[in-house]
């Protein structure tokens, strides 16, 4: 995809956000400089997406969710234009999210250069943008959370962080789309976790569902070029760390009366952004603090590792809040549908763009794979409208 394009699309998303906005007074738009095409990406180019674009993708996260809430608002002939915005807007920030990210990791020494210290920055980012919407007028108020609220929220923030941290080191060891594919099995980790620590049973469809999924990730790892044992263990640890944190945001958001002090999910989620940043300087300083005085050389000398870094990091924040404000408006089976389309295109897309490996058999187990948990996501759902239906027949 053209640049420019992209640009186009990102400004007319941002200022179809702001046109939403109550709090705006006007359409705003941006304007950007010429842009090289996606695909001078395989020849190491540095990903020159333009400043207004990582804005414009930035403006459209900025409207807050209570906005749009109603299911339907800002119809256009039966349609949800701003739920479609979610969308759009969140694929496009996935997408160049994983590209972005991987480019910076290549530049700066891929799993033996400062993975740690890029996914740290790359929270950085999202915390500051996250820190001046309070700041901003007409922007976002800010949450009015208690010490306890803060206390409460640690586990979630550890949580996203270690997820982050686990998956930008299995992007940097692997190919994106192997990284992609193993990460699909989340619901297997998932599973594991509601049914032995969290006494929450699943079903016996859902458990049914699991070797669907692990065995389409096997066979897609079987002719894997760009396979890494690391890759591999790295990409299981976010699944865990993920798994770990839908939990404990549940048991977050049944906290009495913490959705109406926290405000909106864009506070929340700027909340948890800030306070996984804050965890990861730690980790950065044990893994990576010999050698920090080198990624600062790189980051001032080398664009390809500071344009990218900087994008990624807007990227990754814009794609999970809108990712968030989309369940919001819909429900977990339409989120299910959606998050499996999304990871066909970015592992389709990207393995494209960076010339990764599109081997008949990975592509056959990334389907398999996938396609299994699409089906863990709606097999109960599935099986109740039958139950339902045969019911109400009988």
Known sequence: MNLRLSLL???????????????SGAVRTFHG???????????????????????ALASAVAADGDVMRTRGGGGLGGIDVPLMLYFLFWYVGNYYYNITNKLALKAAGGSAGFPMTISALQLAVGAVYGIFLWLAPDARSKPKVTLDDIVKMLPVAFCFMGAHSASVFALSA???????IVKSAEPAF????????????VS??????????IGGVILAS?????????????????????????????????????KERVGSVGNQFALTTVMGFLMSIPVVLIKEGRKLGEFAEIFRTNPIVSTNLIASGLWFY????????????????????????????????????LGESLDPIKLLGCGIGIGGVFLYSVIDQLLAAKAAKAEKAE
């Open 9 to 23: 699309v990102g400004t007319l998303g941002a200022a179809t956000a702001f046109a939403f906005n109550g709090n």
């Open 33 to 55: 400089t010429n842009a090289a095409p996606v695909a001078s990406l395989k020849q190491g180019r540095t990903f020159r997406a333009d400043a207004a674009s990582h804005t």
């Open 174 to 180: 692997g190919a994106v789309s192997f990284g992609q």
């Open 190 to 201: 998932a599973a594991v976790l509601s049914q032995f620590v969290y006494n929450k049973p």
């Open 204 to 213: 016996k469809a859902k458990w049914l569902c699991l070797p669907i999924v």
């Open 222 to 258: 079987v002719k894997e070029l760009d396979f890494a044992m690391s890759a591999l263990v790295s990409a299981c640890i976010a699944n865990l760390f993920a798994a770990f944190k839908g939990n404990e945001n549940k048991k977050l958001m049944d906290t009495d009366g913490f």
């Open 318 to 353: 814009g794609y999970n809040e809108l990712a968030t404000m989309t369940l919001k408006k819909t429900g977990a089976v339409t989120q299910s549908v959606a998050n499996t389309a999304k990871r066909v295109i970015v592992i389709v897309g990207v393995a494209i763009v």
